[in-house]
């Protein structure tokens, strides 16, 4: 947040409709105030130039930008707003919306609500809209589906900020709230100064980012666009370049339509993951019980675990009543990361490829994961593989995995760096998943 709250006021500056001359020389020993974040003590004279107010500004944020920041960071994470679990409507973000309101005003911003909480827009100066910070406000979950309320993998309370040696802990610090206090702070800090912009600068607010991109697509063919937008996302000073989105699903009847051989072991129910943005750190398979059958799978896991020679996964076999309950961790990491994490679906369909599943969707769909996507988070398998020199490789994630109803159903997110026209990514994808469906045909 530091870099970020001091690289700002910078490409603020740039606002006006002409450069400002080279700040004047500093003087040759600078008395730093007891109280280093009196404003007083920065604030030059009222009708000072530009250049002199800027360079008032910036020592200013420099030195008491980020406490504030901060502050405003614990005050957002607060709002538990998880898109993936509450109406853009609902109370998390309404509260969040009226913070934001109030908080605008007191400071003499405009702040706009459009649609039903589609995005928020904090506006500074007049005019058309020349500079757009584009964040978003909304949260991944931070517990499991099967377990409302039950924080997974939180040592502190996810909607509290912790600090400890120098950073902040909760949910949303660094994606995407930590950035959207950054920018209102450069804004205030500009405020404050003085220092009113050439056209509006914008602190644009999504609320979907992490669930559903709609919203902010509905956003954007209703409003005119700023001539210059910049994307401030979790852990980046600045994002220069942005991967596309992509997302797909994949189904199978959870039946199969051949029977089933004699002795094979009955899949019932088969989970992974919690939502489409982040790489599984936990999955779940139950089997039908029978005599003997906990301690195969544990063989089979224990087998599948030493093969990998990955110390960030574990697997459990349990009986639970008239069931065998394999369980398996890995580490959950956003998908945009997906090399940091361990995807737990791997090791998943790893040991059921060491069983004698029974045929169907569950079996089906764990061997596909198995031989088309495990270990290769570039889709190479697939033939979809390729690089940009800047933005580096895409991604393919299988993210969330589910037996529902009749269906199985598999999730995979993936992050399209340029290099690739529409047209040609489009015939490449087309391709591989016809080529998936062949192989269940």
């Not at 406000?137 to 039950?150: N, Q, T």
């Not at 954007?220 to 942005?242: F, M």
């Not at 995995?401 to 087309?430: C, H, W, Y």
Request: hydrophobic residues 45%; charged residues 25%.
């Amino acid at each position: 947040m530091r870099r970020l709250a001091l690289g700002l006021i910078t490409t603020l500056a740039a606002c006006r409709s002409a450069p400002p001359p080279p700040p004047p020389p500093p003087p040759a020993a600078e008395v730093i105030p007891a109280n280093p974040c009196a404003l007083s003590a920065f604030l030059p004279a009222s009708d000072a130039p530009v250049e002199v107010r800027a360079d008032g500004a910036r020592r200013f944020l420099a030195r008491c930008g980020l406490a504030e920041a901060e502050a405003l960071t614990a005050e957002l994470v607060a709002f538990p707003t998880v898109s993936a679990r509450e109406p853009r409507d609902g109370p998390a973000f309404n509260a969040m919306a009226e913070h934001l309101k109030t908080w605008s005003e007191a400071r003499g911003f405009r702040f706009e609500a459009v649609g039903k909480n589609d995005a928020w827009i904090v506006s500074h100066g007049e005019g058309a809209p020349e500079l757009a910070f584009v964040m978003h406000a909304d949260v991944v979950p931070v517990d499991a589906e099967e377990s409302p309320g039950v924080t997974v993998g939180w040592t502190h309370p996810p909607f509290e900020v912790t600090e400890i040696d120098g950073r902040l802990y909760g949910r949303g610090t660094e994606d995407d709230k930590g950035p959207i206090a950054a920018v209102l702070v450069v804004l205030h800090t500009l405020k404050r100064f003085d220092l009113l912009p050439a056209g509006q600068v914008q602190a644009i607010m999504g609320t979907g980012e992490e669930h559903d991109w709609a919203p902010m697509a509905a956003f954007a063919k209703s409003r005119p666009q700023a001539s210059t937008v910049i994307s401030l996302d979790a852990g980046y000073p600045v994002v220069i370049a942005e991967s596309g989105f992509v997302a797909w699903t994949l189904a199978l009847p959870k039946e199969s339509a051949f029977g089933r051989k004699k002795g094979c072991i009955e899949p019932l129910e088969v989970s992974a993951g919690q939502f489409l943005t982040q790489v599984p750190g936990e999955g779940r398979l139950a089997l039908a019980a029978r005599a003997g059958l906990a301690a195969a799978v544990k063989a089979a896991a224990d087998a599948e675990l030493t093969a990998r020679g990955e110390a960030r996964f574990s697997a459990e076999a349990r009986e639970a009543g008239d069931q065998v309950v394999l369980d398996v961790h890995g580490e959950a990491v956003h998908s945009s990361t997906a090399e940091d994490g361990a995807n737990a679906l791997w090791l998943l369909s790893g040991i059921a490829g060491r069983l004698d599943l029974c045929g169907g969707g569950i079996r089906d769909m764990l061997a596909l994961v198995h031989r088309d996507l495990d270990g290769d988070h570039h889709g190479k398998r697939l033939g979809l593989f390729y690089a940009h020199p800047l933005m580096g490789e895409l991604l393919v994630i299988p993210t969330v995995l589910r037996s529902e109803g009749e269906q199985v159903t598999l999730q995979i997110n993936m992050r399209r760096p340029a290099g690739k026209d529409d047209e040609a990514f489009d015939k490449a994808l087309t391709t591989a998943r016809l080529k998936l469906a062949k192989d269940f045909a």
